[in-house]
């Protein structure tokens, strides 16, 4: 079929995944419409550039001159996480097929390649929702039933050291029943800290951009030098009604998390977003506020990714693992949610708000 029959049937433009043919130099000839979407632009600009342009990441660079040389049948790769030439990141399936044809025509050209690219971000996220949720409403019953069984006798204890410390007369022997007291006092807000945030917030006019200010010059004071943020704000985004409190407290927890990521010497990026028709635990928002901390450190260890916003959790020698968890749950107060994703080199925490209501979810979402 030529190009001209292509174009006539319309039949590579009715379809739902991304179609991108290239030549045996790995230059662009053809791209439908579902590609141009994909990737934000035109064939008419696209044609004959090198797909090193569009897509720059090495791995998928090396993996299709791999299989232009090959005489075999398609190659099937799951879930391939590509950067864009706008520093997007995006993640795909992908079926690769070798071209050995006769055809000279621009659609298919000798010895190139064809590629079929299916978006699975969407379908991803939701599962990776899903997954959070469920562990953090399991380890939350379970921390509270646990707390009940701490906290009772924690009671009994320093009631017992109370009394005790009205019976003693020496300051020497008082010391050790403010050891107790002390003790017990602390092991209570560790539990009440594992549990979250034990009240509603409160209702004021929050400035995303202020609050993100606020966390960057505190921590610009305690690190070094060699901690470099960059800044990328929408201005256009509006107030919001929040707890400036929380606000701080998530966003702080998340930087210093990047902090300790890039050891004090690399580089932080604060991005604020505006998302549309997004969809949030199967409700549809028409707008909502994204929030992205990223740091270029050594990234979030694999074995732990699906489980960092759990208490007790930590990538960190030392750390606590309460940060992440009380930041997701004073997060899900405004019916949002934090999100990870995670490579060495690249780890980006994202903070999803709604700015209004939302709706029954529909399945569809285009933010």
């Excluded at 071209?99 to 996220?125: A, C, F, K, W, Y």
Aim: charged fraction near 20%; proline fraction near 4%.
């Amino acid at each position: 079929m030529t190009l001209s029959q292509l174009n006539q049937s319309n039949l590579m433009d009715m379809m739902a995944c991304a179609i991108v043919v290239l030549d045996h130099n790995m230059c662009i000839t053809y791209m439908n419409q579902s590609a141009e979407m994909l990737f934000g632009q035109s064939l008419q600009r696209m044609r004959k550039v090198n797909i090193t342009y569009l897509v720059q990441s090495e791995d998928f660079h090396q993996l299709l001159a791999q299989v232009i040389g090959m005489s075999g049948g398609p190659q099937a790769v799951r879930e391939q996480i590509l950067q864009l030439f706008d520093d997007q990141f995006i993640t795909l399936d992908c079926i690769i097929t070798p071209i050995h044809t006769p055809d000279t025509s621009e659609l298919l050209p000798p010895d190139g390649l064809l590629l079929e690219m299916q978006r699975v971000d969407h379908q991803l996220r939701i599962v990776r929702e899903k997954q959070i949720l469920n562990q953090q409403q399991a380890a939350h019953e379970l921390v509270r039933g646990i707390s009940h069984e701490i906290k009772n006798p924690l009671g009994g204890i320093r009631g017992a050291a109370q009394l005790l410390e009205s019976e003693l007369n020496d300051p020497e022997l008082r010391e050790y029943t403010q050891i107790i007291i002390s003790e017990a006092d602390r092991l209570k807000n560790l539990v009440n800290s594992i549990l979250g945030p034990g009240k509603l917030p409160r209702r004021e006019s929050v400035n995303i951009h202020e609050v993100l200010e606020h966390v960057r010059q505190l921590v610009e004071i305690e690190g070094s030098a060699q901690l470099h943020f960059v800044r990328d704000y929408d201005p256009s985004i509006p107030e919001f009604e929040g707890d400036r409190g929380h606000m701080v407290q998530v966003c702080l927890n998340i930087v210093k998390n990047a902090v300790r990521a890039v050891k004090g010497e690399g580089t932080i990026c604060l991005r604020t977003r505006v998302l549309r028709q997004f969809t949030i635990q199967k409700h549809r928002y028409r707008l909502v506020l994204r929030t992205d901390i990223c740091d270029d450190g050594e990234g979030v260890p694999e074995h732990l990714q699906d489980k960092i916003f759990l208490p007790m959790v930590s990538g960190h020698t030392g750390g606590s693992g309460l940060g992440l968890a009380i930041a997701q749950a004073l997060v899900r107060q405004y019916s949002g949610l934090i999100q990870c994703e995670s490579v060495p080199g690249r780890t980006c925490f994202s903070i999803l708000i709604p700015l209004e209501k939302g709706e029954g979810n529909d399945g569809n979402e285009t933010g």
